[in-house]
């Protein structure tokens, strides 16, 4: 069965195609011992080869020396990697797998063309000087026999802005196939393994955190301010603020929060993209259900601040710009911190509640209380067989009868929520019916 084949190494190891784990096998085992090539023949500051300038804009284009041929040619650098796509990342894999592969492949091209990396044997007897060559020394790039199949286009299309960091440093991004290993079983925080990094993909890890398991957790994410992918009609999409509502039927510590938007294009939207920070440091991906959902659950912790942003690519390939909103910090009160009156509350300690215990009443017309300013709350309680009926009220009108009742026990569930275009300072009462049990686990606010 293939799998990727090796790029980004040192001209010692070979760079393996799309072959069976046997062969792959063999390939490897015979392969001279892998060595970090950061700085191997790097000429600093040599004027020679593409000399790009930006580590966050990939180059227009870069200079290939065609082996085969003798020659050094000028290529149009998305062609180029889509076509190394098709040696070393085949169209079959896992998307995720096909974008980690699309930002490899880019990058460790990318970081030969800059101003200063290119390696003082890369020139011909001539002098013409080039950045990488079309074989396994480098990357297979081979365009007049390659299949480039839509699945690998749109990997490229969809990572073109994207590029990783290492320590804060623009790195070469060393990827090899591996063995049939377990998700990250060979990360050693230099090489990217593709057998054992599409066990990631298939076990559910996004790209994002595919790269931090492999490269390490000091890698981030950069994206290029650019809109576009450099083909297309012209004129990118458009894609709406995100809002972010917290969701009823959610777990506290489950994904307790729904991120949505739309957006619209002449020529269709091919899909989105969602990322999400948390107290304003890097940002990363959220998976979504499907390339062009409009929604998507998050996870929200108390005591973090979050800003989300989605950002829409039409049909020819096209980007919006990054329409963000900031969720603002998330408040989570435990039934300690909320006024209880009207009735006998006792405390019970479950592990399985949000701060180890809950509050809970059997009075009808009991009530618990909190004056808060935000704008969105959830009521957290425990769900299950013998619970009761509570109407929610917020300042004075009751706005929900809520069932608490289950066929089974549900802790840190949230079981009502509610969110206003705008934070305010507002007061919500829960008021029990009847004498059937009623927890008040938390309550969750976005301030």
């Known amino acids: 069965m293939p799998h990727p084949a090796s790029g980004a190494q040192r001209a010692s190891t070979r760079s393996l195609g799309p072959l069976s784990r046997i062969i792959i096998a063999l390939a490897?085992?015979?392969?001279?011992?892998?060595?970090?090539?950061?700085?191997?023949?790097?000429?600093?500051?040599?004027?020679?080869?593409?000399?790009?300038?930006?580590?966050?804009?990939?180059?227009?284009?870069?200079?290939?020396?065609?082996?085969?041929?003798?020659?050094?040619?000028?290529?149009?650098?998305?062609t180029y990697v889509?076509?190394?796509?098709?040696?070393?990342?085949?169209?079959?894999?896992?998307?995720?797998?096909?974008?980690?592969?699309?930002?490899?492949?880019?990058?460790?091209?990318?970081?030969?063309?800059?101003?200063?990396?290119?390696?003082?044997?890369?020139?011909?007897?001539?002098?013409?000087c080039y950045d990488v060559?079309?074989?396994?020394?480098?990357?297979?790039?081979?365009?007049?026999?390659?299949?480039?199949?839509?699945?690998?286009?749109?990997?490229?299309?969809?990572t073109w802005g994207l590029s990783l960091r290492q320590n804060g440093g623009f790195f070469l991004t060393q990827y090899r196939s591996g063995y049939d290993v377990g998700c990250g079983d060979d990360a050693n925080g230099q090489i990217l393994y593709a057998h054992s990094a599409t066990d990631c993909a298939q076990n559910g890890r996004d790209r994002?955190?595919?790269?931090?398991?492999?490269?390490?957790?000091?890698?981030?994410?950069?994206?290029?301010s650019k809109t576009g992918s450099g083909r297309g009609d012209g004129t990118p999409p458009k894609v709406s603020k995100p809002t972010v509502d917290l969701r009823a039927g959610a777990t506290l510590d489950g994904k307790i929060a729904t991120v949505s938007w739309s957006g619209s294009d002449a020529s269709g939207i091919r899909g989105y993209e969602?990322?999400?920070?948390?107290?304003?440091?890097?940002?990363?991906?959220?998976a979504l259900p499907k390339a062009t959902a409009t929604h998507a659950d998050v996870s929200l912790a108390g005591g973090h601040s979050y800003d989300l942003r989605v950002r829409a690519q039409d049909k020819s390939g096209l980007w919006s710009d990054y329409?963000?909103?900031?969720?603002?910090?998330?408040?989570?009160?435990?039934?300690g911190g909320v006024t209880l009156t009207d009735g006998k509350w006792l405390v019970d300690k479950d592990r399985s509640a949000s701060g180890g215990a809950t509050r809970y009443t059997r009075t009808d017309g009991a009530r618990a209380s909190l004056t808060f300013t935000g704008?969105?709350?959830?009521?957290?309680?425990?769900?299950?067989?013998?619970?009761?009926?509570?109407?929610?009220?917020?300042?004075?009108?009751?706005?929900?009868?809520?069932?608490?009742?289950?066929?089974?026990?549900?802790?840190?569930?949230?079981?009502?929520?509610?969110?206003?275009?705008?934070?305010?300072?507002?007061?919500?009462?829960?008021?029990?019916?009847?004498?059937?049990?009623?927890?008040?686990?938390?309550?969750?606010?976005?301030?």
């Open 208 to 224: 994002d955190r595919i790269f931090h398991i492999y490269y390490g957790d000091s890698v981030d994410l950069v994206w290029s």
């Open 375 to 447: 704008s969105a709350i959830a009521f957290v309680t425990t769900l299950g067989p013998d619970r009761g009926t509570v109407d929610i009220i917020i300042d004075g009108q009751k706005v929900a009868t809520v069932d608490l009742s289950a066929a089974r026990l549900k802790p840190q569930a949230v079981a009502w929520s509610k969110t206003w275009a705008t934070s305010a300072k507002r007061t919500i009462q829960i008021v029990v019916h009847g004498t059937a049990r009623v927890d008040v686990d938390a309550l969750v606010i976005l301030k």
């Open 133 to 158: 060559v079309d074989t396994h020394m480098d990357q297979i790039y081979k365009p007049e026999t390659a299949d480039v199949r839509d699945a690998q286009v749109q990997a490229v299309d969809a």
């Open 28 to 78: 490897l085992a015979s392969a001279a011992p892998f060595a970090p090539f950061a700085f191997q023949n790097v000429q600093a500051g040599a004027a020679c080869g593409t000399n790009w300038d930006s580590r966050t804009d990939p180059p227009d284009t870069i200079k290939v020396y065609r082996e085969a041929k003798d020659r050094v040619e000028t290529v149009d650098f998305k």
């Open 323 to 335: 329409a963000m909103i900031s969720a603002g910090r998330v408040q989570v009160v435990e039934g």
């Open 82 to 128: 889509e076509v190394v796509m098709t040696a070393e990342w085949p169209y079959w894999l896992p998307q995720t797998m096909l974008e980690v592969g699309a930002t490899l492949a880019k990058q460790f091209t990318w970081y030969h063309a800059l101003a200063g990396h290119h390696r003082s044997s890369y020139v011909t007897k001539s002098g013409d």
């Open 274 to 286: 969602l990322q999400k920070r948390t107290d304003g440091g890097g940002w990363h991906e959220v």
